[in-house]
């Protein structure tokens, strides 16, 4: 059995309008659908980037999966548990980080909400100090414990968050928009714990984010969602190949020379002795790279991978 089963799951919310009638007091009832017609499987230890525009299902489909909200229809497992019904016992075996809303206390220090969390899940105390002492190594926590959450920067406050969720070791870690705000440094340090928890302790990760760079970072597979449905879900490499995409050879010969002319590929620019070919993303680069340099002088030449934020506006556009 998959780690989190989704077959036809759908979520339709009940809006209400003020409409026509004496003095405007009556109301539109209009049912919107959320999520729709929505079916993925994900299994032990994947890292799943869940991605879409604002409004096309994403947080609808997290709150389902913790038990949040009901769906309207269709099936949901997550741990062979129905969320909406065993929350309880769900709880004990996930985890969630918001990116935007802490998830520890505001006035107490680190160390306090850490104590207050292996209460509420009744961790064992050995245990606990276990993995906080992992934890708190793993994201440079030491000099913390005892700073109020409220002094924090943000990149200080998410390593917290992210230890309260993963205190009473959950198997999946939830993480929306994990990375929002924060310098490069501290998305790369927390990148690298996230890789290092996956490796380790085979924790399975579902990410939400709109900063493409963490799911190119993290993910080997993903499910892109739109008006409630899944429109792409796979291999991130064979989401480059989507809609059109084209692969760059940066070509930087001993002189400059006119545009470059080899069969499958088009010169687009040319700055100097430089020049940029592209090609389909799905060919290979080899005959091109070398018909290049039988006839041309190279110094050197690089491929650029299609820009992944890119493809995603072409499905989306495609929808």
């Not at 934890?135 to 926590?141: N, P, Q």
Request: net charge negative; charged share 25%; aromatic share 6%.
């Amino acid at each position: 059995m998959s780690l989190i089963d989704v077959q036809e799951l759908a979520r339709t919310f009940v809006v209400r309008k003020r409409g026509a009638g004496r003095a405007g007091l009556r109301r539109a009832r209009t049912e919107v659908e959320a999520v729709r017609d929505l079916s993925f499987q994900v299994e032990r230890g994947e890292m799943i980037g869940y991605i879409g525009p604002n409004g096309a299902g994403k947080s609808t489909t997290i709150k389902m999966l913790t038990g949040i909200l009901v769906p309207t229809s269709g099936h949901l497992r997550v741990a062979g548990l129905e969320p909406s019904r065993e929350r309880t016992q769900l709880a004990r075996r996930i985890g969630v980080v918001f990116g935007q809303r802490t998830t520890v206390w505001w006035d107490l220090p680190l160390r306090d909400s850490f104590e207050l969390l292996q209460k509420i899940y009744r961790v064992d105390p050995a245990r606990h100090r276990r993995t906080l002492s992992e934890y708190v190594d793993l994201l440079d926590l030491g000099d913390l414990l005892d700073t109020p959450v409220r002094q924090l920067s943000l990149g200080q406050r998410m390593r917290g968050d992210i230890t309260a969720a993963l205190l009473h070791e959950p198997e999946i870690l939830y993480l929306d928009e994990p990375t929002i705000g924060l310098d490069v440094v501290s998305k790369g340090r927390l990148r690298e714990f996230l890789r290092t928890l996956n490796a380790e302790r085979g924790t399975t990760l579902m990410l939400t984010t709109h900063d493409l760079q963490d799911i190119e970072a993290l993910c080997d597979r993903v499910i892109v969602i739109d008006h409630g449905t899944a429109v792409f879900d796979g291999p991130l490499d064979r989401l480059q190949l989507r809609g059109g995409s084209t692969r760059t050879l940066v070509v930087d010969l001993v002189d400059e020379a006119p545009p470059i002319s080899v069969p499958g590929a088009e010169t687009r620019k040319v700055d100097g002795p430089r020049q940029w070919l592209t090609f389909p993303a799905g060919e290979s680069a080899a005959p091109i790279v070398a018909a290049v340099a039988a006839a041309y002088a190279v110094a050197d030449l690089s491929i650029q991978e299609p820009d992944i934020e890119d493809v995603i506006r072409d499905i989306y556009a495609g929808v």
